[in-house]
C-alpha cells in the first residue's frame, strides 16, 4: 500500500532555506507518476508548489518558482523540496502526494494520495 | 488570473442534500476534482475527472460539470460528512495546478 511520508526541521529562520524529504513506501518512484508538494498555511486553504517526474520533468507554481527546487532521488525513493529565503508567510504545513495525470479531449492532473505533512514554522 | 471560486460555507440538515459549486473560466477544457479535509487531517480525494469516485468513497458523493462550474453533490448528509471540501484544476498542458479557496460545510 502507498504511502508518504514528508519529514523537515519544524522550524526555520527567516531569509533560510527550508529543506523538506517525502519517503514513499509501498511503490517505486522509478515506476512511474509525477509526485507533488502542496502547502497549507495554519486556517487557509491549499496551494500547489510543484510536481516532478523520475524522467526530470519538473513544474512549479509561477509564483514560488524563483524559490523553489523540487528534486527526486530514486535511489532512496524519496523526493526533496527546498525552499529559498523563507519568510513568516511560508509558515504552513507542507504535503506531499502522488499525481495522477489523464490526457485526451481533456487532460488533468490531480493528488490521489497524501502524506499527512509536516508543519513548518518560519520564525527567529 | 485564472482562479477557482467556490461559497465559504454551505450548511445542510443530516439526511438533506449539499451542493458545493466551483466555477472558473477555463473549466469547460479542464477536468474538476475534489477533496475533503477534516481538522488536522490530510486531504482526501473524493472525486475526479468531474465525476468519477475514486474507490472508497459513499456512493452518496457524487460530481459534475456543466460549462463553467463543477458541483460536488453529497446526498443524505452525514455528520461525518462535516469538513472543508476544496475543488482543484488546472491549465490546458496540465502544467499548473490551482486549488479552490475551499468551502466548509456544516452540517447542522
Known amino acids: 500500500q502507498l504511502q508518504l511520508q514528508e519529514s523537515g526541521p519544524g522550524q526555520v529562520k527567516p531569509a533560510e532555506t527550508l529543506s523538506l524529504t517525502c519517503s514513499v513506501s509501498?511503490?517505486?518512484?522509478?515506476?512511474?507518476?509525477?509526485w507533488g508538494w502542496i502547502r497549507q498555511p495554519p486556517g487557509k486553504g491549499l496551494e500547489w508548489i510543484g510536481s516532478?517526474?523520475?524522467?526530470?520533468?519538473?513544474y512549479y507554481n509561477p509564483s514560488l518558482k524563483s524559490r523553489v527546487t523540487i528534486l527526486i532521488d530514486t535511489s532512496r525513493n524519496q523526493v526533496s523540496l527546498k525552499l529559498d529565503s523563507v519568510t513568516a508567510a511560508d509558515t504552513a504545513v507542507y504535503h506531499c502526494?502522488?499525481?495522477?495525470?489523464?490526457?485526451?479531449?481533456?487532460?488533468?492532473?490531480?493528488?490521489?494520495?497524501w502524506g499527512q505533512g509536516t508543519l513548518i514554522t518560519v520564525s527567529s | 488570473s485564472y482562479e477557482l471560486t467556490q461559497p465559504p460555507s454551505v450548511s445542510v440538515s443530516p439526511g438533506q442534500t449539499a451542493r458545493i459549486t466551483c466555477s472558473a473560466d477555463?473549466?469547460?477544457?479542464?477536468?474538476g476534482y475534489w477533496y475533503q479535509q477534516k481538522p488536522g487531517q490530510a486531504p482526501v480525494l473524493v472525486m475526479y475527472?468531474?465525476?468519477e469516485r475514486p474507490s472508497g468513497i459513499p456512493e452518496r458523493f457524487s460530481g459534475s460539470s456543466s460549462g463553467t462550474t463543477v458541483t460536488l453533490t453529497i446526498s443524505g448528509v452525514q455528520a461525518e460528512d462535516e469538513a472543508d471540501y476544496y475543488c482543484?484544476?488546472?491549465?490546458?498542458?496540465?502544467?499548473?495546478?490551482?486549488f479552490g479557496g475551499g468551502t466548509k460545510l456544516t452540517v447542522l
Open positions: 482543484q484544476s488546472g491549465n490546458s498542458s496540465a502544467t499548473f495546478v490551482i
Open positions: 477555463a473549466l469547460p477544457n479542464q477536468y
Open positions: 475527472k468531474d465525476s
Open positions: 509501498g511503490y517505486s518512484i522509478n515506476s512511474g507518476y509525477y
Open positions: 516532478i517526474h523520475h524522467s526530470g520533468n519538473i
Open positions: 502526494a502522488r499525481v495522477r495525470t489523464v490526457a485526451g479531449s481533456k487532460v488533468g492532473n490531480w493528488f490521489d494520495s
